[in-house]
T-cell receptor, first 116, second 112 residues
Framework: GNSVTQMEGPVTLSEEAFLTINCTYT??????LFWYVQYPGEGLQLLLK?????DKGSNKGFEATYRKETTSFHLEKGSVQVSDSAVYFC???????????????FGTGTQLKVEL | EAGVTQSPTHLIKTRGQQVTLRCSPI?????VYWYQQALGLGLQFLLW???????NRGNFPPRFSGRQFPNYSSELNVNALELEDSALYLC???????????FGPGTRLTVL
């Protein structure tokens, strides 16, 4: 079956530090990959996505590249801010054809704390 | 454009009771997904409805059920509530043929 593995948290960084959150996956079919962010007491917000190998998703300074050869989709940001403190979820959706919709399989989430 | 809405925001039930949660998708979206976020168990897929039909179901007992209405809104029903059903229930919607799912704020269910 499909699965997503992401690094354990919490990750604590100083403001303006570089962020990497690792994510690897196992999937059949044509997986699309996502990063979602969850702020305290809220639902999930789609941060970025990539639908095929070598695609780079980016948004709000965050980026991740779909690496089929290493089955990875690591999240990076060059300079984090206190407002980036949240839980980040890596997820995949795998259907029988490219671009097809299906359920999301999530990683366990990584809590990020950014301090001044 | 309004996002995905869910109601109620919070509710408290006792063991054995039944509950109905509601979700309205983004206008133009025909697919609705339900997920459970329970403490220590992460985000688990419950149900997927598209064009009024159930397309996929997660590994949950039959007392979890739902439906999708002609206007694409959806209900999640949970019968014979158990303590471990306490969780945040998230609804998401997407357009047919696209992969992005957009989430609502969730309904926090507490079972006492």
């Amino acid at each position: 079956g499909n699965s997503v593995t992401q690094m354990e948290g919490p990750v604590t960084l100083s403001e303006e530090a570089f962020l990497t959150i690792n994510c690897t996956y196992t999937a059949t079919g044509y997986p699309s990959l996502f990063w979602y962010v969850q702020y305290p007491g809220e639902g999930l917000q789609l941060l970025l996505k990539a639908t095929k190998a070598d695609d780079k998703g980016s948004n709000k300074g965050f980026e991740a590249t779909y690496r089929k050869e290493t089955t990875s989709f690591h999240l990076e940001k060059g300079s984090v801010q206190v407002s980036d403190s949240a839980v980040y979820f890596c997820a995949l959706s795998a259907s029988g054809f490219p671009g097809g919709g299906n359920k999301l399989t999530f990683g366990t989430g990584t809590q990020l704390k950014v301090e001044l | 454009e309004a996002g995905v809405t869910q109601s109620p925001t919070h509710l408290i039930k006792t063991r054995g009771q039944q509950v109905t949660l509601r979700c309205s998708p983004i206008s133009g979206h025909t697919s609705v997904y339900w997920y459970q976020q329970a403490l220590g168990l992460g985000l688990q897929f419950l149900l997927w409805y598209d064009e009024g039909e159930e397309r996929n179901r997660g590994n949950f007992p039959p007392r979890f059920s739902g439906r999708q209405f002609p206007n694409y809104s959806s209900e999640l029903n949970v019968n014979a509530l158990e303590l471990e059903d306490s969780a945040l229930y998230l609804c998401a919607s997407s357009q047919t043929g696209t992969v992005e799912q957009f989430f609502g704020p969730g309904t926090r269910l507490t079972v006492l």
